[in-house]
């Protein structure tokens, strides 16, 4: 008799790929475990075994396998049950998803890059004969490939000598390392409570006549103190009293100053005491019983929670339910490098329970996490993760919470498997039996359609915000108007102005919202009109005055700003539209005694220049801060009083089917970071369309109206939630290929799927780095069969590719389009 295996490989093949094994081996694998096989003319694979047979493969050979890796499966049943629905939901390979779901370290090949580890081995024997040639490889030379290491060898198949020198630490595989991020802790000074009375202070300062540096330290320290109320810094202390921190250090031991930080929850998890759940107030305890209720007779229940209404309390309940029933529990977020807050919130409250997984991670944290969940260990109770934590191997999960439902950022856009975390989690928990959670301010028209309309999700709603504190004042300011009656200051309202400086005047924060970076996004000649346009991509130029360059936000191209037209050679050079550089600049200009700070992508590269703004923010260094959407995703800020939106109608206008939806999202997530503690907060939206519809559901908290409008459109265009979307993305640098191309693939779709077809059509920017692109979108009616349509379009997608002027063309699938 004869053994086979089906195995996924990690390239994008169509099908799984058959290998012959011994009757031996076919006792001992099983589904889940990774083997080295043979794969084209020279290359070694690590593949994973699918399925375990007798069936030989008709059109080719089955060639043996080289080895077998692992000793047990390091991918569980479920895992390989949601791989199967994601190739078939999100048309791709298994290969694809292969690739995104294990770490690499996991999957060595041929072109791997391999390299040396600072472990300092006290002793070559540890390692075996083979194992020590390539160590020694590595000392001369610091990077090798997988393949030049089979050629030291003198061996075909070496990755199971990497993966024992992996294991043991001694080489590595070349990624990027992400450090973890340590705020800076402020050090702030207050008089002790004891001396605050007049005359407490006059005997302080008489006992003091005797040290009149001390003496001279408290008078400067009341001089600081008069011209503020902000708290005062240590550092400035010094600087003002010329003293030192020697000097500042007595007297907080002799108790009449008293140190403190303004954050102090910032401080990582190192070990210690963990803090009591905090009580519910009673509407989140009605809430959470209602969740509760849900989770009764459905699997996945929809949270509608205003912002700041201590949705994560909540969240935080559920999780200490699951783990005493020693579940494992999903946290998914849309954006981990903005969520330090939340990592030390949930650290004080489960202490080492608590891992976090994200793609930046090093391979080794990685792995160590990922083994970890495999074996149900403690340490990986509760996983915080952004999309990619959806593959990791749970055994036994209980409970996934998806905060910020809504966000964009659960769409992988590129490469394939172009999934939705958001709703492969959903899946992922049901193959588990679990719960899912799916929490928002302002819920997707698609999860507030299934939970409200449809049933397909159970709802509960959170419409007070913790405190009582009331949302955001919301005011609609006529830029129109203001223009006409001059009572703008370049791109600032009156209004604004006014009450910028009052909060100021208060030692409140203020938030700037402006959703486009650079200084102006169009240059334009006003002799003849030209403005200048990326050589790669159609699009003009954005104009970056910082640094005096003209950048294009495609492809990163940048030259430095004209003098004079490119076109005509006059100076008469204009910029229309303003971004966050600007904003930034003027400021500067109205309030000059302000600190401002920008976040937006140029302001934010470094590795943790999102914690860096956040943190000075947050420890009020900075009064006004200037951002694009990154300021939007569930940020905590205690002080801020006021939010501006500088112009709300470029997002309005955008061509998109879900610009409407996404600009009520983006305005009252902002205009939610306002007022979250005590007082009030305020929110004033500057727009040449006050009577938009959008903007007055704004101001009104009409999440309800904004729903049932956009639903209408959606039923009337035939768009998601009511159709299910399939972009289809033609690319290639040629455009009449990319056109003809085109034309041909959407006449074959509309063989098949008739008037469902929209397109071809060039998005607005057609032209990406040189390569055009051209859409056709698929209306597919949601009880259409998945696996009939993938079918079609693969079977269309193969016909189109056998023709020979087609071939070099990309064709990029992508179901529910974002
Ligand atoms: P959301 O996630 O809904 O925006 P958060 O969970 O961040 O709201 O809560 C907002 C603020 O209120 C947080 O600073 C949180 O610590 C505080 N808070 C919420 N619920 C409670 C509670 N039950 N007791 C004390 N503080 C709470
Ligand atoms: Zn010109
Ligand atoms: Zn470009």
């Not at 799927?753 to 607005?764: A, D, N, S, T």
């Amino acid at each position: 008799m004869e053994f086979f295996i089906d195995v996924i490989l990690p390239v994008p093949l169509e099908r799984l790929f058959t290998y012959s094994i011994t009757r031996a081996e076919s006792e001992f694998l099983k589904a889940g475990m990774r083997v080295a096989v043979p794969f084209g003319k020279s290359k070694i694979y690590t593949a994973l075994v699918y399925g375990i047979h007798q069936t030989k493969p008709e059109v080719y050979e089955a060639k043996p396998i080289h080895q077998i890796l692992d000793e047990h499966p390091i991918i569980t049943k479920h895992q390989i049950k949601l791989w199967d629905w994601i190739s078939k939901y999100y048309i791709c390979t298994h290969g694809d998803v292969l690739r995104a779901a294990l770490p690499s370290a996991f999957l060595l090949e041929s072109e791997t890059i391999i390299s040396k580890t600072d472990l300092e081995l006290a002793d070559d024997s540890q390692l075996k004969d083979d194992e020590f040639l390539v160590y020694e490889a590595l000392y001369h030379q610091s990077a090798l490939k997988v393949q030049e290491i089979s050629n030291i060898l003198d061996k075909k198949n070496v990755l199971p000598v990497l993966k024992r020198l992996l294991d043991k630490e001694v080489i590595k595989i070349d990624e990027e390392i992400y450090e973890k991020y340590r705020p800076k802790l402020v050090r702030y000074v207050k008089l002790n409570a004891t001396y605050q009375s007049d005359s407490a202070l006059e005997t302080l300062l008489n006992k003091l006549s005797r040290a009149p540096k001390q003496r001279d330290i408290i008078l400067t320290f009341f001089s600081l103190s008069a011209a503020t109320t902000k708290p005062i810094k240590v550092s400035e202390l010094i600087e003002k009293s010329k003293s030192t921190t020697t000097q500042i250090k007595v007297l907080i031991e002799k108790e009449i100053l008293e140190a403190f930080h303004i954050q102090t929850d910032r401080v990582s998890y190192s070990g210690g005491q963990t803090d009591a759940l905090k009580q519910l107030n009673e509407h989140q305890l009605l809430a959470l019983e209602n969740i509760k209720n849900v989770f009764k007779t459905q699997k996945v229940c929809l949270l509608h929670g205003v912002t700041s209404s201590g949705k994560t309390e909540i969240y935080v309940k559920l999780i200490a339910e699951a783990l005493e029933k020693g579940q494992q529990i999903l946290y998914l977020v849309p954006e981990i490098a903005l969520t330090t807050q939340l990592v030390s919130r949930l650290q004080h409250y489960f202490g080492a329970k608590v891992s976090v997984f994200h793609s930046k991670y090093s391979l080794n944290e990685r792995v160590e996490v990922w083994h970890n969940v495999l074996e149900n260990s403690d340490k990986a109770q509760i996983i915080l993760g952004a999309r990619s934590s959806v593959f990791l191997p749970f055994n036994n999960l209980g409970l996934v919470i998806v905060d910020e439902e809504h966000e964009q950022s659960y769409k992988q856009f590129d490469p394939a498997p172009r999934y939705h975390a958001r709703d492969t989690a959903i899946v992922l928990a049901n193959l588990h039996g679990a719960h899912t959670l799916l929490g928002s301010a302002t819920p997707s028209v698609e999860s507030f359609f299934n939970a409200t309309m449809e049933h397909k999700y159970g709802f509960v709603a959170l419409s007070r915000r913790y405190n009582d504190v009331m949302l955001p004042e919301i005011e609609l300011i006529d830029i129109k108007d203001k223009h006409k009656r001059k009572r703008m200051k370049g791109h600032f309202s009156d209004r604004l102005i006014e009450e910028m400086t009052e909060a100021l005047e208060n030692n409140y924060q203020i938030i700037l919202f402006q959703n486009r970076r650079g200084y102006s996004p169009i240059v334009e000649c006003n002799t003849c009109g030209h403005s200048p346009q990326c050589p790669n991509c159609d699009v003009s130029l954005t104009y970056h005055q910082y640094k005096k360059q003209l950048r294009c936000h495609y492809c990163g191209y940048h030259m430095s700003m004209l003098i004079s037209c490119m076109a005509c050679g006059s100076t008469d050079m204009d910029s229309k539209g303003f971004g966050t550089e600007q904003v930034e600049k003027e400021v500067n200009l109205l309030f000059p005694e302000a600190k401002v700070a920008r976040m937006d992508l140029d302001t934010t590269r470094g590795k943790h220049g999102y914690e860096r703004i956040i943190t000075a923010f947050e420890q009020q260094e900075v009064d006004i801060l200037v951002g694009t959407q990154m300021l939007t995703k569930g940020l905590d800020f205690r002080n801020v009083k006021l939010v501006g939106i500088m112009n709300a109608d470029n997002m309005l206008n955008f061509p998109d089917f879900r610009a409407h939806e996404r600009s009520y999202q983006l305005m009252q997530q902002v205009a939610g970071r306002a007022g979250r503690t005590k007082e009030r907060g305020k929110v004033l939206i500057q727009t040449y369309n006050p009577y938009h519809k959008i903007l007055q559901q704004v101001s009104n908290n009409d999440y309800a109206g904004m729903f049932k409008e956009q639903l209408d459109e959606r039923y009337n265009f035939k768009y998601p939630p009511i159709y299910r979307l399939i972009k289809i993305t033609l690319k290639h640098q040629d455009y009449n290929k990319v056109n003809e191309g085109a034309e041909w693939l959407a006449t074959a779709l509309r063989q098949v799927f008739k008037q469902h077809v929209l397109g071809p059509e060039f998005p607005p920017v057609s032209r990406i780095r040189n390569q055009y692109h051209k859409n056709i979108l698929l209306k597919i009616p949601q009880n259409q069969s998945l696996g009939k349509t993938k079918e079609a379009i693969l079977k269309i997608k193969n016909s189109f590719s056998s023709v020979k002027n087609f071939r070099p063309i990309r064709v990029i699938l992508n179901i529910d389009n974002y």
